[in-house]
T-cell receptor, first 112, second 112 residues
């Protein structure tokens, strides 16, 4: 059983479109995250949620809107996609806010 | 602020060589320290962790010791295999962080 699963794995779309990435964890964790990994493999936190509440929004453009309908899900919606949004997006979860995180397989987003 | 610095790659070694990847951190208080590994096309996997000074994390032949006096958490393995080829990330978290802070990653390639 996959612990943290995100869909889709690949997403190719045109500039200006709106897209969503879904994430679910079955670990019973309280905290979920979205990270962005650029082409040089650098990982940057985007959002952190604890018990469905937004804890961190790390200067992400407001075109990105996370939504947590319950503790097990954290989805990411992106409006008006730009070329610079092309990256791999990782969802992760952890038991509490300062314990190790478990990562999904990533969503490779390509904006053309 | 809190940060992680790890040696730049790529690192290329022959099979059965000894591996060290250096990692130092800057943090207030007493962070938890982690090493994650990312195989090609996959998400990050927790390799090992240490939560207090002098703790040694170990897994799959890899080891790292939490050294508070030198603020370091160097990754070591006595005899690397081709299957160890991946990108390795040093990371930290602390009680009020609500996120995991990653180093820039070190790409490791092992020659047969």
């Amino acid at each position: 059983d996959t612990a943290v699963s995100q869909t889709p794995k690949y997403l190719v779309t045109q500039m200006g479109n709106d897209k969503s990435i879904k994430c679910e964890q079955n670990l019973g964790h309280d905290t979920m995250y979205w990270y962005k990994q650029d082409s040089k493999k650098f990982l940057k936190i985007m959002f952190s949620y604890n018990n469905k509440e937004l804890i961190i929004n790390e200067t992400v453009p407001n075109r990105f809107s996370p939504k947590s309908p319950d503790k097990a899900h954290l989805n990411l919606h992106i409006n008006s996609l730009e070329l610079g949004d092309s990256a791999v997006y990782f969802c992760a979860s952890s038991r509490t806010e300062n314990t190790e995180a478990f990562f999904g397989q990533g969503t490779r987003l390509t904006v053309v | 602020g809190n940060s992680v610095t790890q040696m730049e790659g790529p690192v290329t070694l022959s099979e059965e060589a000894f591996l060290t990847i250096n990692c130092t951190y800057t943090a207030t208080g007493y962070p938890s320290l982690f090493w994650y590994v990312q195989y090609p096309g996959e998400g990050l996997q927790l390799l090992l962790k240490a939560t207090k000074a002098d703790d040694k994390g170990s897994n799959k032949g890899f080891e790292a010791t939490y050294r508070k006096e030198t603020t370091s958490f160097h990754l070591e393995k006595g005899s690397v295999q081709v299957s160890d080829s991946a990108v390795y990330f040093c990371a930290l978290s602390y009680s009020s962080a609500s996120k995991i802070i990653f180093g820039s990653g070190t790409r490791l390639s092992i020659r047969p």
